[in-house]
């Protein structure tokens, strides 16, 4: 269906016939509105066919609609229905053809019938009118134009399509492969949930859709590793629906290449300066051992002992009985291919190409519009610019089956259908063209239902000149020569991947603090991976609010580790230990290495100190210091160290009062005080024997 919203035109005020002006370009049309006209883009005409193609002795059943969706009524009309018998041979003829500027040629009037006022909000449909190649006029198969002109008092509405006509089912067959993502929603985590699974995989989920729909045909698919991963994760806790769409695909007979983890954007990577693709580095963040400490089983399968038999306890599990999967057992899968680097369409420019070749590509599927040909018809889809090869999908062809997978009503999915089998007979009836195949994609979508899907996939399979073919066939064959038409990504998007990495390397230096660095390092390079997903270009929004909350999230993880503020300490002996409070915010132990430094000569630091600070806690770490050459206020640097010497937080300039000699004056103090109060008491003990003995011998003097 092609709908067209006309120039309105003041018939009357020009002075001009209705026939005389339709047949005027719209774009050279001088708009002249009476006051209670309709407003043009208001007002339209469709066109819906009730097949793909007439093939020979066949019929075609056209329907037109014109719809007032203006406040004011629309004056009765007339609405024409015309052909052309010129076909068109090009792919330039029929993007002409469809614009609504040009001048349009149809000279053979199919119908005409009167339209009645239609009221605000009303829509007239008229009935079916069939076609035959006789009444089109057709002997040659081909693709031939169609338009329906609507003309009222003061509006004029035309809409244009095309017809192909295909008598001849020998006609030499253009090969068409078709490639389909499999992904989930975009997400942040690097790792489905249970439940996002569940949900996934639930009879009409996401996952289930596509899949089914696809299964077993001559449908490429590029599937995300992290759906594979994280379901494997998952372990016992698996949700079963999760499993069985897992080995459903894994006897699925398509052919199967993986795309980047989570789906990254490639382009939006080698755009922001990385050097080499990101991939996951370990997914040890999202195991739980109890999901894969397996279930014991006995021989006999009733769990009860065997009679006869004493039953002999089992023996304590080792404690690598049951390890934890690994990165490559968590991803691996039987693809048919590999190497395919698959961006969004139209995001790459020619830097991209030796980026992608680095991180092991030898194939980069990209649409048309991402290239330029010097040919005279549609290159097929193997191609290459310089030492790059290139799978290069069919824009035009692709975007009207993709129309096709996602439409909602049976009728929607019939316009397109027809818009493809125009778009393919068009490429195979281009003169001079040799046997070709093309390659068309679905985007990061997801069908309304996996019925909609197969049913669109059936469809395209009988359309006139397609011969199914395989990706790996299609891409290849001798490939064209073509030119990059450089298209860059998003500059916001693009600075935020390049900020992306420079805190995944502040991250790393991080985690070096933690018994095992890869714990946060890969759950970092994962949320990353997810972050860059090529459906979230999409939900620019939603994106921006996914960013902004990691970014918070990985400034809180630098910042969790830290020196607290500390007051002025006083040191009042020669040799103690400083005190210092170091703070652990993160969720996991963290080792790290406090070193003080002064520049005073005053104060001297023995060592520095390795201390483990326990999860979400603060602790006293203590330097041992000692005096070394006078008193007075010294200014101690305080910073934090990971055992591998990575900087963690900043430094704290910690005052500290040396009064060493205080010691030695104290010490003198109080063994002054004890030898006054030795000899006081000394004194007393004399005096008190002297008044003794002066008492003694005045006594023994009276007593005389």
Same mark, same amino acid.
């Given at each position: ?407 909602? +009503? =049976?009728?929607?999915?019939?316009? &397109?259908? %027809?818009?493809? !089998?125009?778009?393919? /007979? @068009?490429?195979?009836? #281009? ?36 011969? +199914? =073919?395989?990706?790996?066939?299609? &891409?290849? %064959?001798?490939? !064209?020569?073509?030119? /990059? @038409?450089?298209?860059? #990504? ?215």
């Amino acid at each position: 269906m092609r709908v067209l919203l006309a120039t309105v035109v003041g018939l009357l005020s020009l002075g001009a016939t209705p026939p005389a002006l339709a047949s005027e370009p719209p774009a050279t049309a001088r708009a002249v509105t009476a006051p209670s006209a309709a407003a043009v883009e208001d007002v339209s005409v469709s066109i819906r066919q009730s097949a793909s193609f007439i093939g020979a002795g066949g019929t075609m059943a056209v329907t037109v609609t014109v719809e007032n969706t203006t406040p004011v009524p629309v004056a009765d009309g007339s609405l024409t229905l015309r052909s052309s018998t010129d076909s068109i041979t090009s792919r330039d003829t029929l993007t002409e053809w469809l614009d609504p500027s040009t001048k349009a040629d149809t000279d053979r009037t199919l119908s005409e019938v009167p339209v009645p006022a239609l009221q605000p909000g009303a829509t007239h449909t008229i009935t079916p009118i069939e076609v035959s190649a006789a009444s089109l006029g057709l002997t040659v198969g081909g693709v031939y134009p169609i338009d329906a002109v609507f003309t009222s008092a003061e509006t004029v509405v035309e809409a244009r399509d095309t017809i192909v006509y295909s008598p001849d089912p020998a006609a030499t067959p253009l090969g068409i492969a078709v490639v389909m993502p499999i992904t989930a929603p975009p997400g942040t985590t690097g790792l489905l949930t249970a439940d996002a699974l569940a949900f996934y995989t639930s009879p009409n989920g996401v996952l289930t859709r596509q899949l089914d729909g696809v299964i077993d045909r001559p449908v490429a698919l590029g599937i995300d590793p992290m759906i594979i991963a994280s379901i494997r994760a998952l372990g016992d806790a698996a949700p079963a629906s999760a499993v069985a769409w897992l080995d459903t695909l894994s006897r699925a007979t398509n052919e199967t290449f993986p795309l980047q983890y989570a789906d990254a954007d490639p382009a939006v990577q080698a755009q922001a300066g990385i050097p080499n693709l990101l991939s996951p580095t370990s997914l040890l963040f999202g195991l739980d051992p109890e999901n894969f400490a397996g279930e014991p089983t006995d021989d006999t399968g009733t769990g009860e002992p065997v009679p006869g038999e004493t039953e002999t306890p089992s023996p304590d599990p080792a404690p690598d009985e049951n390890p934890l999967p690994t990165l490559a057992e968590l991803t691996e899968w039987p693809y048919t291919t590999t190497g395919i680097v698959w961006p969004a369409d139209n995001t790459v420019v020619s830097t991209d190409l030796p980026v992608f070749a680095a991180s092991g590509a030898t194939s980069t599927l990209l649409s048309s519009g991402n290239v330029a040909s010097t040919a005279s018809y549609t290159p097929g889809a193997a191609s290459r610019v310089g030492d790059a090869a290139l799978i290069v999908s069919d824009a035009a062809a692709s975007e009207a089956l993709r129309g096709a997978v996602t439409a909602i +009503s =049976t009728d929607e999915q019939q316009d &397109a259908l %027809a818009d493809l !089998a125009a778009q393919i /007979m @068009v490429v195979g009836s #281009e003169r001079s063209a040799p046997d070709r195949s093309l390659v068309l994609t679905l985007d990061r979508g997801w069908p309304p239902s996996s019925a909609r899907l197969s049913e669109a996939l059936s469809a395209l399979a009988t359309l006139p000149l397609v011969a +199914s =073919t395989s990706l790996s066939a299609a &891409a290849s %064959a001798e490939p !064209a020569t073509v030119t /990059m @038409v450089d298209t860059p #990504e998003d500059a916001g998007r693009t600075a935020t991947a390049a900020r992306f990495s420079a805190r995944e390397a502040e991250i790393a230096s991080f985690a070096t603090v933690l018994a095992d660095p890869t714990l946060l390092t890969g759950e970092e390079r994962a949320e990353i991976l997810a972050l860059l997903a090529v459906a979230w270009r999409d939900n620019p929004a939603d994106w921006d609010a996914a960013v902004l909350e990691h970014d918070e999230q990985t400034a809180a993880i630098l910042d969790s580790v830290s020196i607290t503020a500390t007051t002025q300490i006083n040191m009042v002996s020669n040799q103690t230990s400083l005190p210092f409070s170091v703070r652990n915010d993160f969720d996991q132990p963290v080792t790290v290495v406090l070193q003080a430094s002064t520049s005073s000569l005053k104060l001297s630091v023995d060592a520095a100190v390795t201390q483990t600070i326990p999860a979400n806690s603060r602790e006293t770490v203590r330097v041992p210091v000692q005096a070394r050459l006078g008193n007075g206020d010294v200014s101690v640097r305080v910073q934090l160290y990971s055992p591998q010497n990575a900087v963690i937080g900043g430094s704290v300039q910690v005052p500290v009062s040396v009064r060493a000699d205080w010691e030695g004056i104290g010490a003198a103090v109080i063994g002054g005080l004890i030898v006054a109060l030795f000899l006081g008491g000394l004194v007393r003990t004399i005096r008190k024997r002297r008044h003794a003995k002066a008492q003694h011998m005045s006594t023994e003097s009276g007593n005389e």
